[in-house]
Structure formats: C-alpha cells, structure tokens
C-alpha cells in the first residue's frame, strides 16, 4: 500500500459503509506524515470527514494537519457555478437577452438526472489538472460503488457526447454561414472552442486515470458475500475501462481467541470468505484491517490505522508497536 503514496492520485470505493472514509484519511494521513503535500477531497454526497477529523471541512481547500489539506466537492454547488457560466456564456452569445424558455430550460437542467454528477466530475477534472505544483497526492473518497462507477465513466461518456454536440454544431454553425453570407470563412464560435477546451481537459485527465504510475484505485471491503460479489463487479467494469485496481483492503477482521458459539460461527463463515478473497482477489495486494475495539475517529486512531495500512505483514497480526505513526499521533495529541 505504501506504494501508492508516490502516485498522482489513489480513490478508495466499495461498497456502502465498509470503511472508504476511515482507509482513504488514514492513507492521506500517512502520507502527509511520510512528506508528501497530500489533498484528501470526499466526492460523497454523505460527506463525513469532517466528522472523523473532528473540524469543519467544506467546499474550500483547507489544511487540517502538517502537510495534509481536506475538500468536500458539493454537488449542488459544482452545479450552480456550472449553470452561472452556461447563463453568462449564452447572455454574452445572444447580446444580453435570454429568452424565457431557455431560463426554463436550464432551471429543469439543474434537477436533471446525471448533472449533479457531470457537475462533480468537472470539478474532480479540475483538481486533478490543478493538483501538479500544489500537492503530490490527492486522495479521492469516494460514495459507495454504484454512483463512483458511474463517475469515473464519465470522460469517455462525456466525451463521446461532446464529440457529436461539436459534429452538430459544425453542421449548423457552417449552414448558418452560407446562408447569410454566401460562403467565406466562418467566424470563430466561442461555443465550440468551450467544447473543445472541456473535451480536451477529459481526454487529459482519463490519461492519468488510466496510467498505473500516476493512479490506483483501491477497494474495501468486507469479508462477507455481497461486498465480494459488488467489488469483483465494479473491478471488473473499471479495469475494463483500463482504470487500474491493484489492491483491496480487507476491513473488520475478527480478533483471534476463543469466544461464545456465535463468535466461532461468525469467524468460521469470515475463514470461508478470506478463502474466497483470496482466490478471487488472488492477482490483487491484499491488506487486512482489523476489527477495532471502537470506531475510528481522531487523529490517533487514523495514524493506527494509517500504520497497518503501510505495514501488511503486521496487519493480520495486530500488532501495533511504538512506530512512526504512533508517535506522530501521540505528539499531536
Ligand atoms: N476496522 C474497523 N474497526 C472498527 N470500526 C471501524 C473499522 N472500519 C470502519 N469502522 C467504523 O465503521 C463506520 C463506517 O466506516 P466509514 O465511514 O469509513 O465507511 P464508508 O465505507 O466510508 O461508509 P459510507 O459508504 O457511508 O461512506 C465508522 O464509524 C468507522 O469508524
Ligand atoms: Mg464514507
């Protein structure tokens, strides 16, 4: 996992409540201890790093420990800032006047299916292309798997999307020029240079998404049947799409001893899940986290995590020595 610190972006996903936001702030943390200017940016609706880092975290970057800054993109926002722009671009396309159907029309966008989304997307594009000169590493935690899937198709959908509004707009714009002026050179279309500046922006970022040195995206789950099944699903879509999943962090493990019935049935059926993490997951790092005692809130508890997070061999173990992170976050304390 420590690997993945000298990337240019890492997103953690999975499956609703398995532990993104708890691996994705202790990979942040570790990594900001380990010297590397890291950005942790929630793209969840849900947003609860705040929560877990005890401070108020919004919609402007801000530094909430040594070398380590926190962003929760609002949707709804990202949205607003999308249509103020799309208004001033058509005012200043129709010398000032919009009619009425078309502010009809664009209020209805707001609510539309997949805005929200397209909407976050930009603003995801946008960090990634200013991230380079302000961070090493942003850290991406992500809404439960569904919803990410379909973010992160959003480049080659949106592009292809963008690709047939430029052919259209092409077709109109030169119709419109011969008709009224017979021919010549058609005029420059600030709308089309717009669509070709977004098409290029996701052409550039799908790159990085796409390159193994630059960005991985890791999966949590749990050992249990349905987060299996929905991790070995969603990893195949993404690797379909050449977006590279090369770990999975198994989370709640079971403490080892012996216990009541139940905790021996609950442990056999987590010995038949591991089996079966293991051969499905069998080309994957594969990290274990274990149950902790209570739930992981806080600087301190972050750096236990962060620490089992960079040391696999003593995860399965639980043992939890008087490392860097531990002392860092006695320190902080
Ligand atoms: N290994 C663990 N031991 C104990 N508690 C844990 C562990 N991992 C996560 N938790 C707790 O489980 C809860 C859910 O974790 P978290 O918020 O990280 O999940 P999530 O996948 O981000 O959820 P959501 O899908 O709602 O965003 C939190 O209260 C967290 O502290
Ligand atoms: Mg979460």
């Known amino acids: 996992m420590e690997r993945h610190i ?18 994705a702030a202790a990979f942040a943390w570790g990594a900001a201890r380990a010297g590397k200017r890291t950005l ?40 607003d800032r999308y249509l103020r722009q799309v208004k001033e671009n058509l005012r200043r396309l129709l010398g000032g006047r919009m009619s009425a159907s078309v502010e009809r029309h664009l209020e209805l966008t707001r609510q539309s299916p997949g805005t929200a989304e397209a909407a976050l997307f930009d603003g ?22 569904g919803h990410t899937l379909r973010l992160l198709s959003l480049p080659e959908v949106l592009g292809a ?11 109109v714009t030169a119709l419109h020029h011969r008709l009224l002026f017979d021919g010549g050179e058609p005029a420059p279309d600030p709308v089309a240079e717009a ?27 749990v050992p249990e049947k349905l987060p299996i099944h929905e991790t070995a699903k969603a990893i195949a879509v993404l690797e379909g799409q050449g977006i590279p999943c090369p770990t999975v962090i198994v989370n709640r493990l079971l403490p080892p001893g012996d216990g009541s019935a139940f905790l021996a049935a609950r442990r ?42 960079f040391a696999p061999a003593q995860a399965t173990t639980g043992a939890a020595g008087g490392t860097w992170c531990e002392e860092r976050a006695r320190e902080n304390r």
């Open 268 to 309: 056999a059926q987590e010995a038949k899940y591991l089996a079966e993490i293991a051969r499905r997951f069998a080309n994957k790092e594969r990290i274990t986290l274990p149950l902790l005692p209570r739930d992981i809130d806080g600087p301190e508890a972050l750096a236990q995590v962060a620490e089992r997070l």
């Open 6 to 23: 000298h990337r240019r972006l890492v997103f953690f996903g999975g499956k609703g409540g398995v532990g993104k936001t708890t691996c």
């Open 124 to 145: 995801i594009v946008d960090i990634v292309r200013r991230a380079p000169g302000a961070y090493d590493l942003v850290v991406f935690d992500t809404a439960p798997t």
């Open 40 to 79: 942790l940016v929630s793209t969840d609706p849900a947003h609860n790093l705040g929560d877990l880092f005890g401070c108020a975290i919004g919609g402007e970057e801000r530094e909430i420990a040594e070398g380590l800054w926190a962003l929760e993109i609002d949707a709804q926002r990202e949205v």
């Open 161 to 171: 999307w963008i690709d047939g509004l430029l052919r259209r707009r092409k077709e």
């Open 195 to 221: 669509l070709a500046a977004r098409r290029e922006a996701f052409a550039e970022v799908r790159a990085i998404f796409l390159d193994p040195e630059q960005t991985a995206f890791v999966f949590v789950l």
